[in-house]
């Protein structure tokens, strides 16, 4: 007897775990409901579609060789019956069934196996004109028609399934987005991309919250030189317009907007699931084993609609991610199919581009490791990311978190215009082994000029936070040294790039000794004050810690990340 498999939802892991069980059970009866028009869509992709990048919305629901992942395709290609604007209401356990509801009606689906890939769906805050014509999520393909018909001097608001290409968006338009997280800054990029102009509103101190704060900074300054206005600790209150959304109003100011674009975070959407009676963990996602069954073994939760466990934390974890998703699809169809598999958790690797810039992370930050009671040591390094003198060589500022006492790796974070992603797979992977930060430093990476330096970026910070929790090197963040700058505090804060350097960009307070002449002046250096060294990227700045110290020197530290990862205002010394 053919075994019924019922999946509802059809973006990313219910498509996933169909294809996949096909391929292991040829005879099963399966069937996806999808409350949407399209299917097996790039979710992750619409901003570029949006900015142009992606051309043709066709594009996103293309496989690699062209063909159109639609209903007809699942039922060709893989005998899977594709439900489409179809709504799961209810599911009856007991006996077994599910009911749906579409243009024709109510009914009901009986199955064997139920699998519920429902998703995440965006966060909307209760503002006053929120519901307004050209106010945004961006979440599914009618949201990116919408907003680029809004950008294109449209009303916006694209029909259900209806594609729409505008090649001449207005320069004079702008958008504000509410948000700066992965959604936002994406999408100020797309707007910024389209030719319009863009106010991205924050109402956290930083943009991008996956990220410590002296490296969202950055990228902060980033999206400030593309034109991207940026307001951090600001809160929208109100969308104002009469027929469509004209202005957001944010703190005393009134910003004119054709479009409002509402970018604050996703939420597992475990709807169907409670009201099933199983059950939801604290993060309001649907609880499940290592093969994705729910507490019914007939009942599977696959994709952002779960919940996971962080694997550096031990804890329970929401994060909406479409590569988890896909991952979580085939482990379940495994398990349907009877084949030994498991999801063991996440370390919550996630990337961001932003313009040139790429900004990632994975495992803990420093806040979070500190909240969780752990004894931190952390390191700031920047680097190119391959040898500096091959064209194309770009900078990559790296940051590991570390516990002092166990010297494992904790976290790793990293942004700049280099290859960022390889770096944090990288450290991903020594997080999920469990590495410690020696360990990591001895990894067998490859090494060619056109791809990396003799030592990687993720070695050379290894070792740099080696030094550190050695006692060989005393480093302080650009965070601490600011402070101290900020309190008045009385000591030398020492510049040893060359004078061409200086004279380019200098950071307030310092004082320049070059490098090469340290040594000819460090009797004129006062011993009595604390010595805080730095460069470019502080590897002299920590040559001169060394030298000061074997000179006697005992109050010495270096600044991590140089003037490449200062996050604050620098000086140029000459126009």
């Not at 090494?447 to 003799?454: E, G, K, R, T, V």
Request: proline share 6%; hydrophobic share 45%; aromatic share 6%.
């Amino acid at each position: 007897m053919k075994r019924k498999v019922v999946i509802i939802g059809g973006v990313a892991a219910g498509p996933k775990t169909a294809a996949r069980l096909r391929r292991l059970d040829p005879e099963a009866d399966i069937t996806i409901v999808e409350k949407g028009h399209f299917i097996s869509y790039a979710g992750c992709s619409l901003p570029y579609y949006i900015g142009g990048v992606v051309k043709e919305q066709k594009e996103l629901t293309a496989t690699p060789a062209g063909a159109a992942r639609d209903p007809a395709y699942f039922y060709k290609l893989l005998n899977v019956r594709v439900l489409t604007r179809t709504e799961a209401t209810r599911v009856d356990r007991a006996a077994k069934r599910v009911e749906i509801r579409d243009a024709e009606g109510t009914r009901w689906l009986d199955y064997d196996v139920l699998v519920l890939a429902t998703g995440a769906k965006p966060l909307v805050p209760k503002l006053p004109g929120v519901e307004l014509p050209n106010v945004f999520t961006l979440h599914r393909i009618e949201d990116a028609e919408g907003i680029k018909a809004a950008l294109a001097g449209g009303r916006g608001g694209a029909k259900e399934g209806e594609p729409r290409y505008f090649e001449h968006p207005a320069p004079h338009r702008h958008a504000v987005i509410i948000g700066a997280g992965l959604i936002g800054v994406e999408a100020a990029e797309a707007v910024v991309q389209c030719g319009c102009r863009v106010t991205l509103v924050e109402m956290l101190p930083q943009i991008l919250p996956m990220l410590d704060w002296e490296l969202a900074r950055l990228v902060e300054h980033h999206l400030a030189a593309k034109g991207v206005r940026v307001l951090t600790g600001a809160t929208a209150k109100a969308i104002e317009g009469r027929e469509r959304a004209e202005a957001v109003v944010v703190g005393d100011e009134r910003i004119p907007a054709d479009a409002v674009i509402v970018g604050v975070g996703v939420r597992p959407n475990s709807d169907l699931a409670r009201a099933a009676g199983l059950e939801v963990g604290p993060t309001g996602a649907i609880v499940v084993d290592a093969t994705m069954r729910t507490a019914d073994p007939s009942i599977y939760a696959v994709g952002d609609c779960t919940e996971d466990r962080h694997l550096v934390s031990g804890r329970p974890v929401f994060l909406s991610n479409g590569a988890s998703a896909n991952k979580k699809g085939r482990v379940a169809a495994n398990a349907i199919a009877g084949r030994a598999d498991a999801f063991p958790g996440i370390v919550g690797s996630a990337v961001c581009k932003a313009f040139d810039f790429t900004a990632a992370r994975t495992g803990l930050g420093e806040r979070q490791a500190r909240e969780l009671g752990l004894d931190v040591e952390t390191c700031l390094v920047p680097a190119p990311d391959r040898v500096h003198h091959y064209p194309g060589a770009k900078l990559v500022v790296l940051k590991l978190i570390a516990d002092r006492r166990t010297r494992r790796l904790l976290g790793a974070q990293a942004v700049g215009a280099g290859e960022v992603a390889k770096r944090i797979d990288v450290a991903a992977t020594a997080l999920i082994a469990g590495m410690t930060v020696d360990q990591m430093a001895n990894l067998d990476l490859c090494y060619a000029p056109p791809y990396s330096a003799p030592l990687d970026n993720v070695i050379v910070a290894a070792n740099a936070l080696r030094n550190k929790l050695d006692g060989l090197m005393h480093g302080l963040s650009p965070v601490a040294v600011k402070a101290k700058l900020d309190a008045g505090e009385d000591f030398l804060f020492l510049d040893v790039r060359t004078p061409a350097e200086f004279e380019k960009a200098s950071i307030p307070g310092a004082t320049l000794v070059p490098l090469g002449a340290l040594r000819d002046k460090l009797g004129a250096l006062p011993r009595d004050k604390e010595v805080i060294a730095f460069c470019a990227v502080s590897l002299r700045g920590y040559s001169a810690e060394r030298m000061l110290r074997a000179a006697g020197f005992t109050k010495v530290s270096v600044m991590e990340g140089g003037v490449a990862a200062w996050p604050y205002e620098k000086i140029a010394q000459k126009a």
